[in-house]
Structures are given as structure tokens and as C-alpha cells.
């Protein structure tokens, strides 16, 4: 054998080597990276706030099934009936490693138990999140597991750690009214006050549906910015703000879980609708509540089981396999 022949060899069993060693420490890097996360979420205690006695939520589910979470946003000063901004359900399959986002209309009109016809976010100030949970459940059959509520004030110091430069967003005109602030027209970086005036802003021709547009697309920027490895370092500070400004009764396994996905980019991606859709509903005008959504229901929960129910192709004929 030459020389030649030889050196050949050595050099490629050494770009082998080097390869091999590369990806080893890539995946302890990985594997340290998902106990990092698992260790802080354990070591705040406890892992995730929840106020007993004061939240009741009867929302039960499988291990092994899909989970809806009811996110709800509020301007709660401490007052019994606080209103709720923001109604979203946030469902996460750990089969197809999806993550869904539906948006529901705070002024659809909707039956809520033992107080009769009301817009949507009435069930919230009558009975919290566990009324709010019955009355989806009524009127469009779905069952939410678990609740997440963010005080605005959370919100703002949650985007202000994760995001110190802000978020860019295109504003179509300004934005002031109702909003404790004045957004210009045009892109701009908004820091956490300014963007919680963004999504929070319905004083427009669209009113809720551009607000619900723009909480949709502040939510995906956001999630974006949080799998980001420049962020998880920050993961410490950021519990130690859910515990002080969110109320939830999300176990920390779920999170990690979905935290997992989301960092293998498995669940980057976050598919949304709205509640109703298009061509479902009326603007009508009650005399007791105001402007209210009179809502096809029929129509609305046969495009959520669609929406919820829609499988990735490819997963789906793995598993019949």
C-alpha cells in the first residue's frame, strides 16, 4: 500500500471521526438543553401558579389525548366581575405535534348556564373560567381541559424580557383610542406596553375581527421568539413572571412536552381560525346587551370539529401502518 493510499485513508477516518465527535456533542448540547428546561420548570415552586379556591375548573382529559386550553386575557384590577379581552383555545395534539389556535368572539350571542342569553364574555364576569368553559362546551361541544388567564400587565413584561428590541409590525393607521397609547402608522417595533395597545386596539371599521387578526399574528411572532436559544436562557425570569401575573392550572409536564416539540420544531408552525367564520353569523343589535353576533352554530361547530380534527397525511398513514 503507498503512502499516498494511506494518508488518504487517515484523513478520511479523521473527517469521520470529526463528524461523529461533532454530532455527539450536538446531541448532549441537545439533551442538557431539554434537562435545563425540565430542571427550572421543577425548581420554581410551585411550577406554575394557581390560585386554589378562587379559580374553580372542572376541565378533565386523557393523558394520551389531545389538550384544549382555554387562554383568556384580562385587565383584572381585583374586582369581582372583571371582563376578558381576549378568548382564545389554544389545542395541542402529541400525536401529530400540532398546535392549533382558535379565537372566539367576545360579543357572540351564546346561552350561558343559568343566566340565559348573553355575548360570550358575560360567562366570564358571571362565573370565571369555569362558567365560560361550561358555555363553550354548550353551545359548541367542545371540551376544554385547562385554563391559562394573563393579567395585560404579565403580558407586557413577558414581551419586554423576551423581546428587549420589540416586535415589528406593519400598523395600517393610528391606533389610540381605549389603548393608553398612540401607535403611528407604518412599521414599527413595539416594546410590551405599545403591542398590548396593538392587540388590544377594536375602535376601527374591523373592530373585533382586526383585533382578533392581530392577536393571532402578535401570538405567532411571539411563540417564534420564544423557541429562540437566545430566550431560553431567560426561561428562569419568565416563570418566575407566570407566577406573579398568570393563573393557570396547567400541569409543568404538558408544558415541557409542548416546549420539546416546539424546540425540535416539531410545533413551530400554528394553524388558526375563528369563531364563527365567515358567512356564519348577523350583526344584530339587542336592546338589553348591545351589538351582539347572532351565530350559526350548527355551521360554526362542524368547521371546528374539521379544523380540530384534520390530521398531517403523512403521520396519519404511519400510524395505520
Not at 122 to 147: C, M, Q, V, W
Amino acid at each position: 500500500m503507498t503512502r499516498s493510499i494511506k494518508n488518504s485513508k487517515r484523513v478520511r477516518w479523521r473527517r469521520v471521526f470529526g463528524a461523529l465527535l461533532l454530532l455527539s456533542i450536538l446531541l448532549v448540547g441537545l439533551f442538557q438543553l431539554f434537562q435545563y428546561i425540565g430542571g427550572t420548570i421543577k425548581a420554581v415552586n410551585p411550577p406554575l401558579k394557581k390560585v386554589e379556591g378562587k379559580q374553580t375548573f372542572h376541565g378533565e382529559k386523557n393523558k394520551l389525548d389531545a389538550v384544549n386550553v382555554l387562554l383568556l386575557g384580562s385587565d383584572s384590577r381585583g374586582e369581582k366581575q372583571a371582563r376578558t379581552d381576549t378568548i382564545m383555545v389554544a389545542h395541542y395534539d402529541p400525536q401529530t405535534h400540532k398546535i392549533k389556535l382558535i379565537s372566539l368572539m367576545r360579543d357572540m350571542l351564546v346561552s350561558v348556564p343559568e343566566h340565559g342569553q348573553q355575548k360570550l364574555n358575560a360567562a366570564y364576569s358571571f362565573g370565571g373560567p369555569e362558567l365560560l368553559r361550561e358555555t363553550i362546551k354548550e353551545n359548541f361541544g367542545l371540551d376544554i381541559h385547562s385554563y391559562a388567564m394573563v393579567d395585560f400587565k404579565g403580558f407586557e413584561k413577558a414581551v419586554d424580557l423576551l423581546v428587549p428590541n420589540g416586535i415589528e409590525v406593519d400598523i395600517p393607521y393610528e391606533m389610540s383610542y381605549g389603548i393608553d397609547t398612540t401607535l403611528e402608522k407604518g412599521k414599527q417595533q413595539l416594546h410590551g406596553k405599545e403591542l398590548l395597545g396593538y392587540v388590544r386596539f377594536r375602535h376601527d371599521r374591523l373592530s373585533d375581527f382586526g383585533r382578533i387578526q392581530r392577536q393571532q399574528e402578535v401570538i405567532s411572532k411571539l411563540t417564534d421568539e420564544a423557541v429562540s436559544l437566545h430566550s431560553i436562557v431567560k426561561l428562569p425570569k419568565l416563570l418566575g413572571l407566570t407566577n406573579k401575573y398568570i393563573d393557570t392550572n396547567i400541569d409543568g409536564s404538558t408544558l415541557l412536552t409542548i416546549g420539546k416539540d416546539m424546540l425540535s420544531k416539531k410545533s413551530r408552525d400554528i394553524e388558526t381560525m375563528r369563531i364563527p367564520e365567515d358567512g356564519s353569523f348577523e350583526n344584530k343589535r339587542d336592546e338589553e346587551l348591545g351589538d351582539v353576533l347572532e351565530v350559526d352554530f350548527e355551521q360554526n361547530i362542524e368547521a371546528l370539529d374539521n379544523f380540530l380534527e384534520e390530521k398531517d397525511v403523512a403521520q396519519h398513514e404511519e400510524q395505520k401502518e
